[in-house]
T-cell receptor, first 117, second 110 residues
Framework: GAVVSQHPSWVICKSGTSVKIECRSL??????MFWYRQFPKQSLMLMAT?????????EQGVEKDKFLINHASLTLSTLTVTSAHPEDSSFYIC?????????????FGPGTRLTVT | QKEVEQNSGPLSVPEGAIASLNCTYS??????FFWYRQYSGKSPELIMS????GDKEDGRFTAQLNKASQYVSLLIRDSQPSDSATYLC??????????FGKGTLLTVNP
C-alpha cells in the first residue's frame, strides 16, 4: 500500500515551453502533497505544499507564477513549470501525506527528471 | 532557519562492518525524525522513523535519538554492498514539512 506515482518519469523540453508533471496517490487519499526539487549532488528542497481544494503554499524563493501547482482531488496534484529555462533542469519529486495519520506519513513518488534544452 | 546537518562523506566501510551515520538538527521543538535511503537517480525511500529518545531497531538498522543533544543517528549492521547509497536525515516541522540534510554518501566495499 501507500504507492505514489509520477508521470512522466523523464521529460526533455525546449526553453520557453511549459511542462506538466502529475503526482498521484494510487491506493490512499492524500490530504497534502509536497513538491521537492533536487539538483545534482544536493539534497531535496521543498518547493511547495498543496492541500486538496486550496491554493498551494510556496517556500521562500520559489516563484509561484512559474511553478503552478494544482491539487484538484485527494489523489492528484500537478506541477506545471511554465516558460522553462535550462536552470529549471532538475529532479522533481512529489510526496503525499495520507488523510489518515500513519507512522510513515509521507510517501514519495519515483521522481521526474526534467531537462530543458 | 531550521537546519539539518550531516557529514557529506563519503563514508566507506567494508562489507559486514557497522556503518554509523550522524545527523544534528537546530529546531529544538522537533518531534519526528526520519532516515531515507536514496540510490543514484532514484527518489528517497524511508528506512526508519523515530519519535522518542533512545534506540529503535528494525532488522539491520538501528536509529538513535537524543533530543537533549539534538542528535539522531543511524547504524547499519552487517553492511552489504547493496546498502551503498546516500542516506538522508529528515526532520519534520510544522505543517508536516520535512527538512532534509544534504545526505551522507555510504560506500560498502565487497
Amino acid at each position: 500500500g501507500a504507492v505514489v506515482s509520477q508521470h512522466p518519469s523523464w521529460v526533455i523540453c525546449k526553453s520557453g515551453t511549459s511542462v506538466k508533471i502529475e503526482c498521484r496517490s494510487l491506493d490512499f487519499q492524500a490530504t497534502t502533497m509536497f513538491w521537492y526539487r533536487q539538483f545534482p549532488k544536493q539534497s531535496l528542497m521543498l518547493m511547495a505544499t498543496s492541500n486538496e481544494g486550496s491554493k498551494a503554499t510556496y517556500e521562500q524563493g520559489v516563484e509561484k507564477d512559474k511553478f503552478l501547482i494544482n491539487h484538484a482531488s485527494l489523489t492528484l496534484s500537478t506541477l506545471t513549470v511554465t516558460s522553462a529555462h535550462p536552470e529549471d533542469s532538475s529532479f522533481y519529486i512529489c510526496s503525499a501525506r495520507a488523510a489518515v495519520l500513519t507512522t510513515y506519513e509521507q510517501y514519495f513518488g519515483p521522481g521526474t527528471r526534467l531537462t530543458v534544452t | 532557519q531550521k537546519e539539518v546537518e550531516q557529514n557529506s562523506g563519503p563514508l566507506s566501510v567494508p562489507e559486514g562492518a557497522i556503518a554509523s551515520l550522524n545527523c544534528t538538527y537546530s529546531d529544538r521543538v522537533s518531534q519526528s525524525f526520519f532516515w531515507y535511503r536514496q540510490y543514484s537517480g532514484k527518489s528517497p525511500e524511508l528506512i526508519m522513523s523515530i519519535y522518542s529518545n533512545g534506540d529503535k531497531e528494525d532488522g539491520r538498522f538501528t536509529a538513535q535519538l537524543n533530543k537533549a543533544s539534538q542528535y539522531v543517528s543511524l547504524l547499519i549492521r552487517d553492511s552489504q554492498p547493496s546498502d551503498s547509497a546516500t542516506y538522508l536525515c529528515a526532520v519534520r516541522g510544522s505543517n508536516y514539512k520535512l527538512t532534509f540534510g544534504k545526505g551522507t554518501l555510504l560506500t560498502v566495499n565487497p
